[in-house]
């Protein structure tokens, strides 16, 4: 087993732990899916997650918004259409390869993710500043290291940036 810090105790996780960190998570994706209720966010989850792809990546191709989905590219077809018709994206054509379509947000797509994750912001820091700055500092400690342990395996980027 990884020793962290020094220490020299070796144990594996308790019950009591892992149902602590199994509650931690369902909480966290609550957070994340309460950030896209309500307001004015007229986009669904799933069409949330291109936008978030095209947010972190810019202009993409269809196959690579696929891939960062982990979805079809028929999916992704889909989505974009949808999305193209409420005026949230472009599509676009590869200047060195005419047949690769690609996608891109507009200021529309772009303002609901912003919208979507200020709110996201908004109730995280809601939730943190009820805790001691001390407790807030290990506890953020302890998730940038989970994450390292992670190593980016565990999520598929788009949602990785709903849940950031």
Known sequence: ????????????????????????????VG?????????????????????????????????QA???????ASTVTRLADRLLASGHLRRGADRSNRSVVTLDSTARGRAVVEQVNARRQDELRRILDQLD????????ATLRRIHECLDGTSTPPALSSLLR
């Open 66 to 72: 696929a891939r960062a989905l982990g979805v079809a």
């Open 31 to 63: 957070v994340a899916l309460r950030s896209i209720e309500g307001g004015d966010v007229d986009v669904t989850l799933p069409q949330l997650r291109l936008l978030m792809v095209l947010s972190e990546e810019g202009t993409v191709s269809s196959s």
């Open 1 to 28: 087993m990884h020793k962290h810090g020094g220490d020299d105790e070796s144990v594996s996780t308790s019950p009591e732990d892992l149902r602590a960190f199994e509650v931690a998570t369902r909480d966290l």
């Open 133 to 140: 700055p001390t407790e807030r500092s290990d506890c953020a």
